[in-house]
């Protein structure tokens, strides 16, 4: 088992950048692909971007590339999502997940945290 811990979500103006991070507990961390998903009101759960345990691979949506970057910390438990130049569209609620290889599909993932609020005022 994994236990999946977001934080660092709030309220910023467009443009503006938020940190989130994912703390991890439980099984051994650093095998495990992580991923960052989100999800609007009314809408589909989607991906935003993973990376493998190496953090030699990443992955993005189109939509936050160039504005979002994915890391990691083994040693720390945690993985981590800068957000910048934030836009109204990435109002979310954000949800850190571990799995086994990079897909952007979220029944390839394992393990979910509770998410952390995202919004971005225009």
């Known amino acids: 088992q994994v236990q999946l811990v977001e934080s660092g979500g709030g309220l910023v103006q467009a443009g503006g950048s938020l940190r989130l991070s994912c703390a991890a507990s439980?099984?051994?961390?650093?095998?495990?692909?992580m991923g960052w998903f989100r999800q609007a009101p009314w809408k589909e759960r989607e991906f935003v971007a993973a990376i493998n345990w190496s953090s030699s691979s990443t992955y993005y949506r189109d939509s936050v590339k160039g504005r979002f970057t994915i890391s990691r910390d083994n040693a720390k438990n945690t993985v981590y999502l800068q957000m910048n130049n934030l836009k109204p569209e990435d109002t979310a609620v954000y949800y850190c997940a571990a799995g086994r290889a990079i897909v952007t599909t979220h029944t390839g993932y394992d393990y979910w945290g509770q998410g952390t609020q995202v919004t971005v005022s225009s």
């Open positions: 439980g099984r051994t961390f650093s095998i495990y692909v």
